[in-house]
């Protein structure tokens, strides 16, 4: 038995009140860099993800706070806007399947996040569909490689059994932005509805573009690269040093560029078409999330005004904080991969089964809503998984995490257009019995994922 299955082996046998945030086998100057690669990486993580969901999930906020009224939507505009930002999304990851090796991600991330800023900036002075939906898909083409690009940083500098509670505390960043949206939308309509001829959805548009803006410029002073590009205004000679040393002795590759041939051969590999798979079912077993049920339902209560409608919608993804802390924690320090992900989902299907039946007391459509977020407190598992079984490899980690990314989602352009139309809201029956059966599958193909990967071992 190798030295790593031995430490394996270790932690499988932990009990749960043994839990450290160190390993056995971190040395104290391993310990010193785990600390500031934590404190460099994952604050940074939480504030630019919180940034990139407030400004994809405000346009559901805008959308019941009077821009549908302000435009002259009629028909199914939300669910179509929505699909123009998921079609950016898809196309702007292509090219970084190329560029996570080749170019310093430090410099990366930043344009990106300042790029996706300036869009959102733009929309507070949009009179049209047209117009509307072609920022939308800007903004989600510049936001398109922030997700698997930061999960390619955390894989370059951490182990395997290190990434899903570091992951877990950046993935709060979503329900945090969808929650910030919301309270700033709802303050904007209260507040600045008016003010200098603007509508209150408008000066939410400008105000998160303010918070972006400098949350992007930041990344360049704090972002610490990958250990082949490091950012030298951060890192020491010794530092990448000791990193490189502590991965390899865990069997990570810290090294590795694209190339066509190595890109041949993931598409021939059936296990990567099994993570793609994996992959279509978390997405679509999550779009709850984001195709507005939850507000539209609230507004469709016809007693809440337009600012108690965006402050009674970030109860849901309040509850999806602590759905995602503990999820991802358990993860990594008690149940693993697939019963994590058990966990998470059974409760999403708690929610949904309830939403597909509909009549019942209002009370338990309530509660069901406060299920969503679970459905997407595990993604920081799925990714991290994905990492770890891949950390031989960089330049197929980084393939795998934007292409599988890229299949995924790009099923959630079309998906909502076919279940989740607009006009059929707020009771979206076709679209929560699609997503139901999207999460029970998701919790077989886990589970077929982890009896494989044992055999494997």
């Known amino acids: 038995m190798t030295k790593h299955h031995a430490f394996q082996l270790q932690i499988e046998?932990?009990?749960?009140?043994?839990?450290?945030?160190?390993?056995?086998?971190?040395?104290?100057?391993?310990?010193?860099?785990?600390?500031?690669?934590?404190?460099?990486?994952?604050?940074?993580?939480?504030?630019?993800?919180?940034?990139?969901?407030?400004?994809?999930?405000?346009?559901?906020?805008?959308?019941v706070a009077g821009l549908k009224e302000d435009l002259g939507f009629q028909g199914n505009e939300l669910v179509q806007l929505q699909t123009m930002y998921i079609i950016g999304a898809v196309l702007g990851q292509v090219p970084f399947m190329f560029l996570f090796t080749y170019v310093p991600m430090h410099w990366v991330i930043p344009f990106l996040d300042v790029s996706w800023g300036v869009f959102?900036?733009?929309?507070?002075?949009?009179?049209?569909?047209?117009e509307l939906a072609a920022y939308r898909f800007l903004v989600g083409w510049f936001e398109a490689a922030f997700f698997p690009a930061m999960h390619y940083i955390f894989g370059a500098w951490y182990r395997s059994d290190e990434i899903a509670?570091?992951?877990?505390?950046?993935?709060?960043?979503?329900?945090?932005?969808?929650?910030?949206?919301?309270?700033?939308?709802?303050?904007?309509?209260?507040?600045?509805?008016?003010?200098?001829?603007?509508?209150?959805?408008?000066?939410?548009?400008?105000?998160?573009?303010?918070?972006?803006?400098?949350?992007?410029?930041?990344?360049?002073?704090?972002?610490?690269?990958?250990?082949?590009?490091?950012?030298?205004?951060?890192?020491?000679?010794?530092?990448?040093?000791?990193?490189?040393?502590?991965?390899?002795?865990?069997?990570?590759?810290?090294?590795?560029k694209f190339s066509w041939q190595g890109l041949a051969k993931i598409l021939k590999t059936w296990h990567f078409w099994g993570l793609v798979l994996f992959d279509i079912l978390f997405w679509n077993g999550s779009i709850n999330t984001s195709t507005g049920g939850y507000l539209l339902w609230i507004k469709s209560l016809g007693r809440f005004s337009k600012a108690k409608v965006n402050e009674l919608g970030t109860i849901s993804p309040a509850l999806g904080m602590f759905y995602t802390v503990a999820i991802c924690f358990a993860s990594d320090l008690v149940l693993g991969p697939a019963w994590a992900i058990t966990v998470a989902h059974?409760?999403?299907?708690?929610?949904?089964?309830?939403?597909?039946?509909?009549?019942?007391?209002?009370?338990?459509?309530?509660?069901?809503?406060?299920?969503?977020?679970?459905?997407?407190?595990?993604?920081?598992?799925?990714?991290?998984?994905?990492?770890?079984?891949?950390?031989?490899?960089?330049?197929?980690?980084?393939?795998?995490?934007?292409?599988?990314?890229?299949?995924?989602?790009?099923?959630?352009?079309?998906?909502?257009?076919?279940?989740?139309?607009?006009?059929?809201?707020?009771?979206?029956?076709?679209?929560?019995?699609?997503?139901?059966?999207?999460?029970?599958?998701?919790?077989?193909?886990?589970?077929?994922?982890?009896?494989?990967?044992?055999?494997?071992?």
């Open 13 to 63: 046998k932990r009990k749960w009140y043994q839990i450290q945030w160190f390993q056995p086998q971190d040395t104290p100057r391993e310990r010193k860099l785990i600390n500031k690669l934590d404190l460099l990486i994952v604050p940074y993580a939480f504030l630019a993800y919180w940034v990139k969901y407030m400004d994809q999930s405000n346009l559901n906020n805008a959308y």
């Open 120 to 130: 959102t900036l733009l929309q507070y002075r949009v009179t049209g569909f047209a």
């Open 165 to 256: 509670r570091r992951g877990g505390v950046f993935y709060l960043g979503l329900t945090l932005g969808t929650l910030t949206a919301g309270l700033i939308q709802a303050g904007a309509s209260e507040r600045l509805e008016g003010v200098r001829g603007l509508a209150g959805w408008r000066w939410m548009y400008i105000i998160c573009a303010l918070i972006t803006i400098p949350i992007g410029i930041l990344g360049y002073f704090v972002l610490p690269g990958t250990p082949d590009r490091p950012n030298k205004l951060l890192l020491s000679e010794e530092d990448v040093s000791v990193a490189k040393e502590r991965l390899q002795r865990d069997g990570h590759v810290t090294e590795g």
């Open 346 to 457: 059974v409760w999403n299907i708690i929610g949904l089964i309830i939403q597909v039946i509909w009549e019942v007391p209002e009370g338990a459509l309530w509660f069901s809503f406060m299920t969503t977020y679970s459905a997407v407190a595990m993604s920081s598992v799925l990714y991290g998984w994905v990492n770890s079984q891949l950390k031989a490899a960089p330049a197929e980690r980084a393939f795998t995490l934007v292409l599988i990314n890229t299949v995924a989602q790009s099923t959630t352009a079309w998906t909502p257009l076919l279940v989740f139309k607009t006009v059929e809201g707020p009771r979206f029956t076709k679209g929560y019995s699609f997503v139901l059966a999207n999460a029970v599958a998701l919790i077989g193909m886990a589970h077929v994922l982890r009896i494989y990967l044992a055999k494997k071992e």
